[in-house]
């Protein structure tokens, strides 16, 4: 068994706000820790289901260098920096079959949710497939569904576990805090959290059958509203990349895969 393991930081148990997730604070330090501690749950889930298990874990938070290396469970392979294929999804591939998903948190808007955004809070208001408002959560199990990937676990606030079942019903929800609003919630303790992780992969693997992802097949209408007007200059310049108000972008992609790319790369242009 191959099994991916995605790993946010906003979601983590005890982590409330902006300061506790960005390089630079004494409080990311110590949350790098609690991140690492939720995927080696994740970790120790997939080897007590399938003791031969290959798991790779994509650190899947800002610029993808937040895992703390040498306290990763020995057993798995870390992916980390950028840029890389897939992005936070770097290492899916359809010979995987199953997808976790740590640490996550709610799209961009969601009321009462803690640290709610979707890529790049200060760049990106929403993402929309196919009409689709569409999260981190939901865009990155839509590339898994692509590749026929099942998306099996999300842990993370009350607020993404909601998501998750609108986006992939059937998948298994691990909530280690209760969201009170955008920079407070109501916490598991981190043992705890990582406990409640660690039993519940398990089953989450042995339903993953389950799942039914939202899935786009065919041609992919992306459009991607950004918060200013200026952040959408650069993107114009990639050929096919329509303006279609002051503040949103649309690409017809033929494919979802291209669509995730695009949407990659809007992030990117945006910040220049």
Known sequence: MRVLVSVDMEGVAGVVDSDDIRPGHGEYERNRALLTAEANAAVRGVHAY??????LVADAHARF??????????RAELVRWTPRPHGMMAGLAADVDAVLYIGYHGKAGTARSVLAHTISGALIADVRCNGSSLGELGLNAALAAHFDV?????????TVAAEAAEVAPGMRCVVVKRALGARAARTLHP?????RIELEVPRALDERAAVRTRRFDGPVRLEV???????VEHALLVPGMERTDGCTLRYEAPDFPTAYDVLELIAVLGAV
């Open 50 to 55: 399938a003791a031969d298990a290959q798991v």
């Open 65 to 74: 260098r937040n895992l703390v290396p040498e306290l990763l469970d020995q």
């Open 150 to 158: 099942p998306s099996v676990l999300v842990s993370g606030d009350d």
């Open 191 to 195: 043992d705890e959290a990582c406990r």
């Open 225 to 231: 509203r950004l918060q200013r007007p200026h952040m």
